[in-house]
């Protein structure tokens, strides 16, 4: 009997892990985490006080937002990536998972996702909405039709890091919308890079993420222009003009140097057009933002 109850244990085990996987990979697990992270960074800039309470519903409620987002994109993508060799074994495209299952749990995300970011302050479940409708109603389907779908697609991508200062303050003012300009400028060379390193596999489901359409010299200089502003962006807060949203000139230096460090791999791009700089690009574009992230965390609660 004893062994019986073993078997049917181990059994369990077995089929209930590779569902778990799939959960995880239908709400894009380590992207959730990102966002996550730039939520809570814009919320300790923000707090006057630190609350536990609050980061771990802005935990929770950042996490089911962009994993809500992510289900209904799988599920509104998954003939276009079973076509791609990067995406292909995706829980939907793959069959281990039904469209059905992935709208139960994309439905149940938002749901949770916008009422847990409400028990916060409704300016934040708010904008947790618009981010969901953006991605899903418009990014999404424009990814097909036109390069602009990126520049649809920076909106949502950007709201994270301003949401947790409006989590922690209850407003927008000019902080917020700082915030929001450097993570919305960043957008531009972090996701051209992806199309850049990912554009045969990105052709065969007939996605348009280049500005120009192709790996050429016209989307390279673009992603130096808007590396450049990414970095100017950055600065902007050691200035001054930015209300309550501050940092010091040695905070700024730090920053600096890092877009320094951004910039020169955007030019190498632009001067190799190779997938090897397009690939580094993109390592160097998220360590770039998650480290000014954690830089601006520091000045304030250091200086």
Known sequence: MEIHKNLETKNLEVTSQPFFKDFLALTKVRLSVSVVFSSIAGYLLGAEEVNAVSILLLTMGGYFMVGASNAFNQIIEKDLDALMKRTQNRPIPSGRMTPNTAFVIAVLFTVLGIAILYAINP?????????????????????????????????????????????ATGNFGIEAGTLFMIQFFWQFPHFWAIGWFLYDDYKKAGFFMLPTGKQDRGTAIQVVLYTVWTLLASLIPVFGVTGAFYITPLTAIGVGLLGIWFLYHSVKLFREKTLAAARKLLFVSVAYITLIQILYVLDKFIR
């Open 123 to 167: 300016k934040t479940a708010m904008f947790g909405a618009i981010s969901i409708f953006m991605y899903v109603s418009l990014y999404t389907p424009l990814k097909t039709k036109t390069p602009l779908s990126v520049f649809v697609g920076a909106f949502p991508g950007a709201i994270p890091f301003m949401l947790g200062w409006v989590a």
